[in-house]
């Protein structure tokens, strides 16, 4: 067993708190998780036109996304080649030339260099600018309106690395024929708080909604959200699940087709919207999906660091930077058939629910910064936390892919984070990372 | 060219809006929601770091709110902490909200006067966060029967990333 293997142990649901804090881990995780999962990087509605740019980041390493004139998309490292400056300081706009500001190189929206002042005076005319354009991403690729890109050229297919998690997200990405859309810009928000905290608190933990979030949900609850009360007096194992086992993606869904809007003190707008597109929902992704997926509160999680909430409508991406510290980019998602006026109420909501001022996120931050710091101390990063809630609990269900507990109320998905979290650290290359996709698949590849 | 408002009239919002910070330090909603006129619409926004050139570009996106009240909104927020079960604000942190640069001018309505003001948050939190927040505010204050509400605030944060954990307060 290697030193790794005695952090997480995943079929007890245990991890050594140690995760949360050692620098070392940290820049391993950088290494084999950032530099070659497939990070989500921009939405297609985001750079429209020729020249139309977002900056944002994979890991620590800042990235400019740009649109090029012939409608593809390409990824560059926001650095100068010349001496490292950073090209690009503004969230987004629209660019012909990224001129950097030290010495004034200018980079053309494709990444190549075509300018350099005083190339024949200083430079005899022998630079070979081919060598020296922004440097590009290994492989970049789009799911649905969402563009995602990695680092890794020996990295699977976008494809397979989504693997069945590619059917839970359809039930929104493809749900209405337009698709989706971002609304409003990124609210950004710096927490000193690990990062792998919050991914697996949005992955499964709906035990903490009715405790953490007592207040938040006294205040906006307007119907029942997979039976959870305040004051985490109930739950409900019947109309609600937990699925994971699906690449390392999970799933929490409630099944009841409307509870995405149940934390609306009036949905009434988003319900009727529900119901008046019902029929083309289930026309285009079957009954299950069309009346027990679509409407009700699902938590997204597509590993390491994006997350979705539709219903909610919050679109959530994490970027690490140190063992303690990471920045959070909220933004409202939307099917882009909706109205203006359910749009705007939408963003109201994302803002008041998850925004910086948050009713739901401002009761977070102060647990997650404990927890960061209560695995620093020289006796506490010795010790355990756990996730064993629902132990035993995994089964399959005949209509929906990956591995199913009962419930928003189970430890089950955290599990399988932690495991594929382990699964990418252990591993030397791509070709050592297990794929499942289901029951059968993952208790065949869990590690002996 | 903006009238400005009698040295009267400023005087008495300049103290309305010391009033108000007390309160909003204190933490005293049930006082501060009668300083609100019920036509209320409180907002701030998540500023952006664009290029000059580019800050009137027609594909800007739509603005991104961190606040965008009307009164049903802010009783809401006020009932959260109301409830006790916001953990974040028991053992109570210390907050202080401290008013400058205030300016008063006449507006076009008779009885409303346009206040601008830079707000800076101090909060103490744990045990030893020290967080310091900035905002530009633009108000519209109401002259009523029962003294000067507040009808509009327009806030704009100075951080492009929210440097705290929560916003379990008003700007």
Redesign the interface.
């Known amino acids: 067993m290697s030193d790794l293997d005695e952090l997480i142990d995943f079929k007890t649901g245990r991890q050594k708190r140690v995760i949360y804090s050692d620098p070392d881990i940290y820049e391993q995780e950088l290494e084999k998780i950032f530099a070659r999962s497939w990070l989500f990087i921009a939405h297609e509605c ?1 750079i ?2 020729p020249g ?1 740019f977002i900056r944002t980041f994979m890991g620590e390493d800042e990235v400019l996304v740009v649109r090029q004139n012939d409608g593809s998309v390409k990824a560059f490292l926001n650095t100068c080649t010349h001496r490292g400056n950073r090209l690009c ?7 012909k030339t990224f001129v950097c500001n030290y010495h004034g190189w200018g980079f053309g929206i494709d990444g190549a260099l075509n300018g350099v002042p005083l190339e024949k005076e200083a430079y005899y005319n022998k630079l070979d600018k081919d060598k020296f354009g922004m440097i590009e991403v290994a492989q970049l690729k789009s799911y649905k309106g969402l563009i995602f890109a990695t680092f890794d050229e020996d990295a699977p297919s976008l494809d397979e690395y989504l693997g069945d998690m590619k059917w839970y997200l359809d039930s929104w990405l493809d749900a209405m024929p337009e698709g989706t859309e971002l ?11 690990n990062w792998k905290l919050p991914v697996e608190n949005v992955s499964g933990d709906g035990y903490h909604l009715g405790w ?1 979030h ?3 949900m ?3 609850t307007s119907m029942s959200v997979g039976g959870l009360e ?1 004051g985490n007096t109930g739950t409900d194992n019947d109309e609600a699940v937990s699925v994971a086992g699906l690449n390392g993606h999970t799933v929490l869904a409630a099944l009841d087709g409307q509870s995405g809007y149940g934390f609306y ?1 009036d949905p009434t707008m988003a319900v009727d919207y529900l119901n008046a597109n019902r029929k083309t929902v289930v026309d285009r992704l079957g009954e299950f999906r069309g009346k027990k997926l679509w409407g009700s509160q699902l938590n997204f999680t597509v590993f390491p660091n994006l997350q979705m909430l539709p219903g909610l409508n919050w679109f959530r991406i994490y970027h690490p930077k140190g063992p303690g510290k990471f ?1 959070m980019w909220t933004w409202a998602m939307v099917d882009k058939e909706m109205s203006d006026e359910l749009k705007q109420m939408i ?2 909501n994302v ?2 629910t998850f ?3 948050g ?1 739901f ?3 977070d ?3 997650l ?1 404990a927890i960061t710091e209560q695995s620093r101390g020289w006796r506490t990063r010795k010790m355990d936390v756990y996730t064993n809630m629902a132990l035993g609990g995994e089964h399959s269900r005949d209509e929906m892919p990956g591995v199913v507990s009962d419930g928003l109320v189970c430890e089950q998905n955290q599990r399988y984070v932690y495991r594929r979290w382990l699964e990418m650290m252990n591993a030397d290359s791509w070709a050592d990372v297990p794929r499942y996709n289901n029951l059968e698949e993952a208790q065949a590849t869990e590690a002996k | 060219m903006m009238k400005q408002a009698s040295e009267e009239t400023y005087l008495a919002l300049q103290r309305q809006l010391f009033f108000e910070a007390r309160l909003l330090s204190a933490g005293d909603y049930d006082a501060w929601i009668n300083l609100l006129a019920d036509d209320i619409h409180y907002s701030m926004d998540m500023p952006q770091r664009r290029f000059i050139e580019e800050r009137t570009n027609e594909r800007a996106p739509k603005r991104t709110p961190i606040f965008d009240d009307d009164m049903t909104a802010l009783k809401m927020r006020i009932g959260r902490y109301k409830t006790g079960f916001v953990w974040a604000e028991n053992p109570i942190n210390a907050i202080r909200h401290i008013i400058s640069n205030v300016e008063v001018f006449e507006s076009e309505l008779e009885g409303e006067f346009t206040v601008y003001s830079v707000i800076e948050v101090h909060r103490s939190r744990l045990d030893s966060e020290r967080k310091r927040l900035t905002a530009g505010r633009k108000d519209r204050w109401r002259l009523s029967e029962t003294g000067y509400k507040l009808v509009e605030r327009t806030a704009i944060l100075d951080d492009g990333v929210v440097l705290d954990s929560n916003l379990n307060f008003f700007f």
């Open positions: 985001q429209k036109e139309d300081k503004a969230d987004h706009g629209n660019k609304i409003g810009t990124a609210m950004k928000v710096e927490l000193p708080v953490a007592a207040g938040a006294t205040v906006t305040v003190p920045e963003l109201d803002s008041r925004g910086p001022a009713l996120d401002n009761d931050g102060d647990n910064q």
